[in-house]
């Protein structure tokens, strides 16, 4: 059976919320870890930026799933077979 751009769609909005999921717990992870005394400033500053993009990224993925889901939930429109142009079908 042929799957449809809806199924494709699904199946990518699902995708982007497991990977989500997982920007999640690279955003929790802690810093500092026991054991390893000073950390160079560097290392604690590679760290935190991780943590920024991670946390970024997942924001936009969230976005983007919510923009699609809400282009799916909106019906789309028929050509109502006129010969009217695109100024005079939306005229009011």
Aim: hydrophobic letters at 40%.
């Amino acid at each position: 059976m042929k799957k449809s751009d809806t199924d494709y769609k699904l199946q990518i909005i699902a995708a982007g919320r497991k990977a989500v999921d997982h920007l999640i717990k690279v955003a929790e992870e802690e810093i500092i870890t026991g054991g390893e005394g000073d950390l160079s400033a560097d290392r604690l500053k590679n760290a935190a930026a991780t943590k920024k993009i991670a946390i970024f990224d997942a924001f936009e993925i969230l976005s983007r799933i919510q923009a699609e889901e809400e282009a799916m939930a909106m019906p789309e429109k028929k050509d109502d077979g006129s010969k009217k142009g695109f100024a005079e079908r939306h005229s009011k």
